[in-house]
């Protein structure tokens, strides 16, 4: 059976259940643009996939916050600004002799209402001279189509990586009105905008074939993009499919991007022509993010947290895709492995409820595109923390240069390798399968119906349950503490590496308590010096590949070893006293850590 196969029939119950039930329905009553709403599936425990009353978007937040500060004049200049509204919205990235081939696809041939529509877009994106707008997660561009200026602000959705926040005004030319943008824009950027007018900051120009797409689960409006970015003498290709939801489940995008993935190559993005425009205009390569920390209620049910915690890893994974790709900032490759440890964390926790035959194919998958990533990631360290830090401060030793350009010839093919993978159909099937479990909650469809009451009780009874394991299997792992091998020790790094996700993923529940962020502190410190270790060890086999080339580049090899010999009789005494320090701390789950 093939990857793509396995990945299929792994989401169909997912499909299923995204037909049954129905259309969204926003719990705060607020509607998603242009979309369709009805009421939950019959009998079921559970809201529809949409935020829940415990989520707040960045562009709830920028709303709301305009909301009680503008004045009678504000509103009434915004009176033909759209109403506040919610963008669902999936891109895929296809080669642009292949664009035109998706368009025949029979997915789309089958469920098109019409041949749809040809457009020529020309949009300017504008910023401030120090970007404040983008700083602050939010885009504002006018696009002209035909005779029509279209001025349009959107916003960042926290961590879901389907939604931003939209809102669009007819203005009368190419120039931004910012007055129908401030009921939009926090009191905060509102001065900023007074003292920085706002500038051009880079152009689109978009040859555009729109069609509306019916699916069972939900109606999509498929954009077929080529073009280009322009700022100055710099310019980008364009050459995408863009997936919105107009109306129906967002399950709907999913399933349709799987079908067109398994047309032909098509990877997943969710970054923005915003975000490509604006790095293009600096010169720079694509932000390697850090995954954001997750907001949970207290009184959150399992299944809301199952939802958001898989929703977080799903969007850092989206979200670190591009910059690993690139290749220019090692930290792309090294937050797409985090994100998918991270995911194969949450699968974890998710053991005790939902099958484990579901879970497993998922993590197989993630695991299978993390083993692909780890020669990128290795070499990237060892060139760069140790290599270069060895070489400096031992400038009278010879076959620096030539052990630098063995590693750069290394590191250069396993990132070609890791592109390779990363375009491979496996793994944007993969990605997309994921998504669509995800955000139609899948694991239901994987829980006895005698157990699905266990969704819904408190995640703060799991969570306590859960950290209490991990953290003794912590505590055991590393016991007579000093006589521990290099090998005991690497197996209690995973076991400490796997509480520090876990912890990051439950320890939200508990709000700001002092005892969670000592915890996560001691948890932290204790991960880093146990990480030390980790690196000197693959130090030694990274040198047994490249150290015997030639007898300069064995000279610096050698050095090297020494060098980290010596290192290590420092890192003994930090490491054993993280280890103190985590013993003695506090778990913020006790009734003792109510602070």
Not at 121 to 149: C, H, I, M, W
Not at 155 to 174: Q, T, Y
Request: charged residues 25%.
């Amino acid at each position: 059976m093939s990857e793509t196969g396995a990945i299929k029939r792994a989401i169909e119950p997912v499909q299923r259940l995204a037909r049954a039930n129905g259309h969204l329905v926003p719990e705060n009553g607020k509607k998603i643009k242009n979309s369709a709403t009805s009421g939950t599936a019959s009998g079921s425990e559970f809201p529809d996939n949409t935020l829940s009353s415990h989520e707040t978007s960045q562009a709830d937040l920028f709303a709301d916050d305009a909301r009680g500060e503008a004045t009678t004049s504000e509103t009434s200049l915004s009176r033909d600004a759209a109403p506040r509204a919610t963008e669902i919205e999936l891109k895929l990235l296809v080669d642009a002799d292949r664009l035109a081939d998706f368009r025949d696809a029979p997915v789309i041939v089958a469920n098109a209402r019409n041949k749809g529509s040809r457009k020529h877009l020309k949009a300017v994106y504008y910023d401030t001279p120090k970007r404040a707008l983008q700083r602050n997660g939010l885009s504002f561009r006018v696009r002209q189509s035909g005779a029509r200026f279209t001025q349009t602000m959107k916003a960042e959705f926290g961590n879901d990586p389907l939604r931003r926040g939209e809102w669009e005004a007819s203005v009368p030319s190419i120039a931004p009105d910012i007055a129908l943008a401030l009921p939009f824009i926090p009191e905060k950027l509102r001065a900023d905008l007074e003292r920085h007018p706002l500038e051009a900051v880079f152009t689109t120009d978009i040859r555009r074939h729109q069609r509306i797409v019916d699916l069972p689960s939900g109606t999509v409006e498929i954009a077929f993009d080529q073009g280009q970015l322009k700022s100055g003498d710099r310019s980008m290709p364009v050459s995408e499919i863009e997936l919105e939801l107009k109306a129906g489940n967002p399950s709907a995008i999913y399933e349709l991007a799987l079908r067109l993935a398994e047309h032909g190559p098509a990877r997943p993005s969710i970054r923005s022509k915003s975000a490509r425009g604006f790095d293009l205009a600096a010169e720079t390569s694509p932000a390697a993010k850090r995954p954001r920390k997750l907001r949970l209620d207290p009184s959150a049910s399992l299944d809301e947290a199952f939802a958001t915690i898989l929703r977080a890893c799903l969007h850092h994974l989206l979200q670190s895709l591009p910059a690993a790709e690139d290749g220019r900032d090692p930290e792309g490759i090294h937050q797409l492995r985090v994100a998918l440890r991270r995911l194969r964390s949450a699968l974890d926790l998710m053991r005790s409820v939902v099958s484990l035959s579901k879970l497993d194919l998922l993590r197989t998958e993630a695991k299978w595109l993390a083993q692909n990533l780890s020669p990128a990631r290795d070499w990237d360290v060892f060139q760069q923390e140790t290599l270069r830090v060895v070489a400096q401060g031992c400038p009278a030793i010879a076959g620096f240069d030539a052990l630098e350009e063995a590693v750069e010839q290394r590191r250069a093919a396993s990132y070609d390798k890791a592109r390779m993978v990363l375009a491979d159909r496996r793994a944007s099937c993969f990605l997309i399968g994921l998504g669509g479990w995800i955000e139609t909650r899948g694991w239901r469809s994987d829980v006895a119906p005698e157990h699905l009451g266990q969704l819904a009780v408190p995640a703060m009874n799991f969570a306590q349950r859960i950290l209490s394991a991990q953290h003794t299997k912590v505590l055991k792992r590393g016991r007579r503490f000093k006589s521990r091998t290099p090998e005991e020790l690497h197996r209690l790094r995973l076991a400490a590496k796997k509480l520090r996700y876990v912890a990051d993923f439950l320890l939200p529940l508990y709000g700001q308590r002092k005892s969670a962020k000592r915890f996560s502190k001691g948890l932290a410190d204790l991960q880093q010096q146990l990480g030390l270790y980790n690196d000197m060890a693959t130090t030694a086999s990274l040198l047994a590949d490249v150290g015997t080339e030639s007898s300069d580049s064995s000279t610096a090899a050698a050095a090297i070893a020494g060098w980290q010999a010596h290192a290590m009789v420092g890192v003994e005494p930090r490491l054993k006293q993280a280890w103190s320090d985590f013993v003695k701390t506090k778990v913020p789950w006790s009734a003792e850590a109510q602070d």
